[in-house]
């Protein structure tokens, strides 16, 4: 994770990229608990501590070798709300984490989480980091468990699809790779904030809550007809675990 007083990083020569781990952090937590006022912190910590090209090229991963996978962070029941780390376990059994899968009644509304959290990562600071098979639905509770090889002939073909969209919404958007980050809003329910560079501006909302919700679109991109949706957005409203990004233009 990226620590100050380290001369490799503050110097910008060490290194060609960070893994934004105290940033992931803080989002899971957001996603799985509300916490908005960690998000808040650590964001603001970001932004006033590293320097600008530190946070412009850290990784803001889907999950790594080190942890649970991506889709499986979101279940609830098996993570430890007071560790260190959000994907720190409850349990120590080797056998339980070897053949866990989330239940099918579970994995749509899971899915969900997991879509919005991604959309999310997509538009904050930082390169969006894929750890293989993330994109496909790939499970694994722990370390070596998430080293599961490339689910060929078995992936989520609607998340595949999902990332690819992603994908495309980044290439065809570079300005975001050194773009400035302004927040909005964090509340319980809604994060909203914008990335700015020179004359080209992003407004990205996302609900996380269960319910639709009411979002406030700054004026100046009330006429804008480049938008990327999460899910459906009707005459200002996201649905449950929706998100939007709406791209300023003349």
């Known amino acids: 994770p990226m620590r100050m007083g380290r001369s490799y990083i503050e110097s910008g020569k060490g290194m060609d990229s960070v893994m934004n781990y105290n940033l992931i952090s803080s989002l899971i937590k957001y996603f799985r608990y509300g916490n908005s006022q960690e998000l808040i912190s650590k964001l603001d910590e970001l932004k ?47 056998v339980v984490c070897k053949n866990y899968r989330i239940d099918e009644s ?59 969209f992603i994908g495309e919404i980044r290439k065809m958007e570079p300005f975001m790779e050194c773009a400035d980050f302004r927040i909005l809003e964090i509340n319980s329910d809604i994060i909203s904030f914008e990335r700015i560079k020179n004359l080209e501006k992003m407004f990205i909302a ?24 999460l899910q459906k957005f009707n005459s200002g409203f996201l649905d449950p675990k929706g998100g939007i990004a709406i791209k300023k233009t003349d």
């Open 48 to 94: 006033s501590e590293y320097p600008d090209d530190t946070i412009y090229s850290a990784m803001n991963f889907t999950s790594t070798h080190d942890m649970t996978r991506g889709i499986n962070l979101w279940g609830l029941h098996i993570f430890d709300t007071y560790g260190e780390w959000p994907w720190d376990l409850q349990i120590d059994n080797q």
């Open 106 to 164: 579970e994995y749509e509304r899971i899915k969900e989480i997991y879509m919005a959290y991604v959309f999310c990562l997509a538009f904050l600071p930082g390169n969006l980091s894929i750890f293989y098979g993330d994109e496909a639905g790939l499970q694994g509770i722990g370390n070596l468990y998430n080293r599961r090889p490339f689910p060929w002939n078995n992936e989520d073909e609607k998340l595949v699809h999902f990332f690819r």
């Open 206 to 229: 996302i609900n996380r809550s269960e319910e639709e919700k009411r979002i406030e679109i700054p004026e100046e991109y009330s006429k804008s007809k480049k938008v990327y949706k």
